[in-house]
């Protein structure tokens, strides 16, 4: 991710000046500053203060009024944690204030993790907080001493006043925005609440670390979030999930009652001090998304315009990140609405990244049950990295000695990084956790793989990973998706097969081949992919078949309800094609299950509207492809492991679910699958993906978590430190990688090189021997200074 630069804006004063000092008058002849004159802010939190001070500071001219309905005492929680990129925009737009939240700032750097009584300790991170009161009042000596006005036991005036009476009206007033209310559909505001409770207490002593306790109560699981915001006073937040609230009687209980139970139940981790609490309420977190910030003059700040997990302690940070863009916008474009269409274009990608990331963390903490098993150190190692922000390769950086000893307890030898220890499946030892993942080449003709096949997966072989995996290999001419699609239903396909297994077997010796059986099912007779995707072909088609009539596009062909004969006659046709997969010799058969292709079709209850015993429940619409997944099991060698590809959801309403997801897994699994390949969608073209940094994994890790089966993740997983980080962290065995082998043949040699490893989990290719270290490129920084010499 990368992290947002300070915004340019103009110098303030000096840092050694006071909060309350008087800005010196600018000169006369200063050039007139663009942008709005007359400036509402609605909200007295840290964002709308913040940009106040900002919006006068950049043009003393300007009239800035602030509406607080609260009185300036008045807050919510307790604490507030900053970064220090965020900190870095605070000093360099405005030192005064930079100055001043220095000076009462309780910095830190170790996070303790207690798990089932046993507490691990991670340094480097590096926090600073302080008190949301100190914060406040800070800010209002900076707004008073640059004129700003503030109307504190003030309810701001309707939306539609200040938009006529104002230049610029800033939303800041928070989740429950009442000037955003008018303008909903505009701004088109969603929120989407979560399974957790949690209510935000104190502490009259400061933890010496930011601190997670987990505690396991006969109604559930609890866990404490908790740092230090002052020398004698820290924040305390308790969540669990929404049933374990009202199991443990949360839901009957005042907010004294609820204190002290709180304090109860993690009293060792209070030293047996109680808590305290400030109009402290038992709540849900909701996360706000705007389909746009702004509309005419009205502009959304903070948590109005968006709102991230405290987990990641956010909140504050991006309000104030708002505040700095927002204001160096309007510095930067003389016309207000190209100001505030640059604001948003700035700042939308770095909130939907945290958005993501927050969401990320709070998932894991509502399912946090199903890590406790973990050993201890693996299980803070997954805490550490839950949101993806903190990587293995980053915690290495902070914490040398905390990440080997994770490590260790995982069972990497010294110096093998986790993407390169083995994992058995059957009789087949990968000797790393790399997987090329299958990708549609659309280059065969008449079904038969070429040189072009040889070429690229012998490339990929001899470029390091530990299982390479064929593209989608069609059982039948009828079951491709394109007439570039290679098939396994021919003596002509399998001898050509057989010349790439022969080569990845001699050439790349410990890397295993394995072949992904599919049938197309009514995605099939369509165009090459780089000649319409999805699209039927001119002519030459040939009729589908299908779980159900259901075109997957209004422009697509109407496959055919398979009847009882079909039925029999695609499961010998994949039954066939196994049989030649195992004379062909690959290691592995992976038995296709997703994406909307005929077996996916079987699973999906958008795509099987069957009435007989081949639809209806989960269990009638798992029928059929687990008969054919018996009877390819039945053919394949017993020595040699079986997959199956699943789609873990549909990314569509009424389709299928995570806890569907489970199901499919324990069920293929109790037939004899050895390990699940877990994607999502391609199953109706009406999907609504929600896509991100490794955004399937998360399927992937609930399989596993919740059944115990082997598990290989895919989806956006592109760098080596990911694949450490998911492997090492317990939520996947594989990680698959496809368009980063397009990039790179040899992804998995050069991840290895870019480590320093040079071991078992991977070896180069004698002719490339000489090639294993990453070449030298021309020297581009200045020769440092001999001497330095003091005055």
């Not at 010496?208 to 979030?225: D, P, S, Y």
């Not at 996916?600 to 209850?605: H, M, N, R, T, W």
């Not at 699994?669 to 929600?690: K, L």
């Amino acid at each position: 991710m990368t992290t947002p630069q300070p915004r340019p804006v103009p110098p303030s004063d000096p840092p050694s000046a006071s909060p309350s000092a008087q800005p010196s008058a600018p000169p006369e002849d200063q050039p007139s500053a663009p942008g709005p004159l007359r400036v509402a802010v609605v909200g007295g939190g840290p964002g709308g203060l913040y940009a106040a001070a900002l919006f006068k500071r950049l043009d003393p001219r300007r009239e800035v009024t602030v509406w607080e309905r609260n009185a300036p005492d008045d807050t919510f929680g307790f604490g507030v944690v900053l970064s220090d990129e965020t900190l870095g925009g605070i000093e360099h737009a405005d030192p005064v204030v930079y100055a001043a939240l220095r000076e009462e700032f309780v910095r830190w750097d170790d996070i303790d993790i207690v798990h089932r009584g046993v507490r691990h300790t991670s340094g480097g991170h590096g926090f600073a907080a302080l008190g949301r009161r100190r914060l406040l009042k800070i800010l209002h000596e900076r707004c008073r001493s640059l004129g700003v006005a503030l109307r504190f036991r003030t309810e701001a005036p309707p939306t539609e006043l200040l938009a006529r009476t104002h230049d610029l009206v800033v939303a800041a007033d928070g989740v429950n925005s009442t000037t955003r209310g008018p303008l909903a559909h505009v701004f088109r505001p969603q929120a989407t609440a979560h399974r957790c409770r949690y209510i935000w207490l104190a502490a009259d002593f400061a933890f010496e670390a930011f601190r997670f306790e987990i505690a396991e109560t006969e109604h559930g699981v609890m866990q404490l979030h908790g740092y230090p915001y002052a020398a004698d006073a820290s924040t305390v937040i308790v969540e669990m999930r929404e049933e374990v609230w009202r199991a443990a009687g949360f839901d009957g209980t005042d907010e004294r009652q609820s204190v002290e139970r709180c304090a109860k139940i993690f009293a060792e981790a209070l030293g047996g001090r109680p808590l305290r609490s400030n109009n402290s309420a038992w709540t849900s977190f909701r996360t706000v998304v705007n389909g746009r910030w702004s509309h005419g003059n009205v502009v959304l700040l903070g948590d109005a315009a968006h709102t991230a997990h405290f987990s990641i302690g956010s909140g504050t940070k991006l309000a104030v990140e708002d505040a700095l863009a927002l204001a160096a916008c309007l510095d930067e474009h003389p016309g207000l609405p190209d100001a505030l269409a640059a604001y948003e274009e700035e700042r939308r990608p770095v909130v939907a990244s945290t958005q993501r990331a927050a969401r990320a963390s709070l998932e894991w903490f509502e399912d946090l049950d199903r890590y406790l098993g973990q050993p201890s150190r693996q299980f803070a190692f997954n805490l550490l990295t839950r949101s993806r922000r903190v990587t293995h390769d980053n915690l290495r950086l902070r914490d040398a000695h905390f990440t080997r000893a994770v490590e260790r307890e995982f069972g990497c030898p010294d110096g093998t990084p986790p993407m390169f220890t083995p994992l058995r499946l059957r009789g087949l030892t990968l000797r790393n956790r790399v997987v090329v993942s299958p990708m549609d080449m659309y280059s065969s003709v008449d079904g038969v793989p070429g040189d072009f096949h040889l070429v690229h997966l012998g490339a990929r072989a001899l470029g390091g990973a530990g299982l390479v995996m064929t593209e989608m290999v069609c059982v039948s001419a009828e079951g491709r998706i394109t007439p570039g699609c290679a098939g396994l239903y021919s003596p002509e396909q399998a001898e050509s097969w057989r010349r790439v297994t022969g080569f990845v077997h001699t050439r790349a010796p410990g890397t295993a081949i394995g072949v992904q059986l599919g049938h197309s099912g009514r995605k099939g007779s369509t165009k090459l992919m780089w000649d319409g995707i999805d699209e039927p072909l001119d002519d030459g088609n040939w009729p589908l078949v299908a779980a159900s009539p259901l075109p997957y596009t209004p422009r697509s062909q109407t496959p055919a309800e398979l009847d009882a004969a079909q039925l029999a006659m695609v499961r010998r046709q994949f039954t066939e094609a196994a049989r030649r997969a195992a004379d062909c010799g690959f290691d592995l058969l992976e038995l296709h299950c997703a994406h909307g292709y005929l077996l996916s079709g079987f699973l999906s209850p958008l795509t099987n509207l069957r009435t007989d015993g081949y639809g209806g429940s989960l269990a009638g619409r798992l029928r059929f492809p687990l008969e054919v997944f018996d009877s390819v099991r039945a053919v394949w060698p017993d020595e040699r492991p079986m997959t199956v590809r699943i789609s873990a959801t549909d990314w569509a309403d009424g389709g299928t679910t995570a806890e569907d997801a489970v199901a499919i897994a324990r069920a293929f699994a109790a037939h004899g699958a050895d390990a699940v390949d877990v994607s999502t969608g391609q199953v109706v073209a009406d999907e609504r993906p929600e896509y991100g940094r490794s955004y399937q994994t998360p399927y992937a890790d609930r399989i596993r978590g919740e059944t115990g089966i082997p598990v290989i993740a895919v989806g956006a997983i592109s760098s080596w430190d990911d694949v450490n980080s998911l492997i090492l962290a317990g939520r996947t065995d594989l990680c698959a990688l496809a368009r980063p082998h397009l990039y790179d043949p040899n992804w998995t040699l050069h991840a290895a090189a870019e480590q320093g490893y040079e071991g078992p989990g991977v070896v180069w290719p004698q002719p490339y021997r000489a090639g294993s270290r990453r070449p030298r490129t021309g020297r581009t920084d200045a020769p440092r200074p001999r001497l330095t010499l003091g005055t």
